[in-house]
């Protein structure tokens, strides 16, 4: 069956509805130079972000859950060991268990003072990338570079 000519005259197609819509003056248009837009931050440059401000108290599975909705601490911190070459310290954490035979989560730390600057070069060049400024946090380490 074939449509009628008149049908299609009479109705206009949403293309040209979307143009008629449209303002017509200048503040129609954004302009590159009133407006940046930041890109969103990896995954990766928030876990380092919280563990580099949690310094000497190190983080668990839950803190990073509430913290910034991390699901997969330990994948997280294997990353940054196997790809980035930087080293943790983890131990169980019996502070994390609520309900009976529950396993405790890993405690995570930085290992040395090294590895602190490791991943704040990380941190920053990410934060570089998304036109942020860099950060610093102090070394909580002690002298003999062991974790404190």
Same mark, same amino acid.
Request: glycine share 2%; proline share 5%.
């Given at each position: 069956?074939?449509?009628?000519?008149? %049908?299609?005259?009479?109705?206009?197609?949403?293309?040209?509805?979307?143009?008629?819509?449209?303002? +017509?003056?200048?503040?129609?248009?954004?302009?590159?130079?009133?407006?940046?837009?930041?890109?969103?931050?990896? +995954? %990766?440059?928030?876990?380092?972000?919280?563990i580099l401000k949690r310094g000497p108290l190190g983080i668990a599975q839950p803190e990073a859950q509430s913290l910034y909705y991390e699901s997969a601490l330990h994948s997280t911190i294997s990353d940054l060991k196997n790809n980035r070459g930087i080293d943790f310290i983890s131990e169980p954490d019996p502070s994390t268990v609520h309900y009976f035979y529950q396993k405790p989560f890993n405690r995570y730390?930085?290992?040395?003072?090294?590895?602190?600057? +490791?991943?704040?070069?990380?941190?920053?060049a990410y934060r570089t990338n998304r036109g942020l400024s860099k950060v610093d946090f102090p070394s909580w380490h002690t002298d003999n570079d062991k974790a404190a």
């Open positions: 069956m074939k449509k009628s000519s008149n %049908v299609n005259s009479t109705h206009k197609g949403e293309a040209e509805m979307r143009r008629e819509a449209a303002p +017509k003056d200048d503040n129609a248009y954004a302009r590159n130079s009133n407006c940046t837009q930041n890109k969103p931050p990896h +995954k %990766v440059e928030v876990a380092l972000y919280s730390w930085l290992a040395t003072d090294k590895d602190r600057e +490791k991943a704040l070069r990380l941190l920053n």
